[in-house]
Structures are given as structure tokens and as C-alpha cells.
């Protein structure tokens, strides 16, 4: 399955929501919770744990 992201900058290869990686279902992400993930992205996720501030993602909530 592929889905397009409008918060993908396609060109940067990044995310803007997150001004960082596009790793589907990271928090903060607009799936985080409501996608199945593949091992692949899990491990990227727990990689990235950690790596996005609790501050950030609580204005992101509010936006
Ligand atoms: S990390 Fe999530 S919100 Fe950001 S571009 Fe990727 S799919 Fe979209």
C-alpha cells in the first residue's frame, strides 16, 4: 500500500511536520496509532524515540 503525505516535502525528502525523517507512524506523525507497521518501521521508530521534544509534539496537537 502507498499513501501521500501533504506534510511529505518530496523534494527535501523529509518531513515538515516534523523537520525530520518521514518514518511513518513516529510520533507526532498523522498515523502515529492508526497504521500497522512493518518490523522495518518499528525499529526505525525505536530508533528515533526520544529524538522529538514532549514541548513539540504538544504544539503539534494544538495545531
Ligand atoms: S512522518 Fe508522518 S506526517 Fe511526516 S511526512 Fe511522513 S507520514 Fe507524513
Known amino acids: 500500500m502507498t499513501f501521500h503525505c501533504k506534510n511529505y516535502d518530496i ?3 523529509k518531513c515538515k511536520r ?15 496509532g492508526r497504521v500497522a507497521l ?11 524515540n526520544g529524538t522529538v521534544s514532549e514541548e513539540f509534539l504538544e504544539l503539534l ?3
Open 11 to 13: 523534494v527535501e525528502d
Open 38 to 48: 512493518s518490523e522495518e518501521l518499528e525499529e526505525k521508530i525505536k530508533a528515533l
Open 18 to 32: 516534523l523537520h525530520g525523517e518521514c518514518v511513518p507512524g513516529r510520533r507526532g506523525c498523522v498515523v502515529e
Open 61 to 63: 496537537k494544538k495545531k
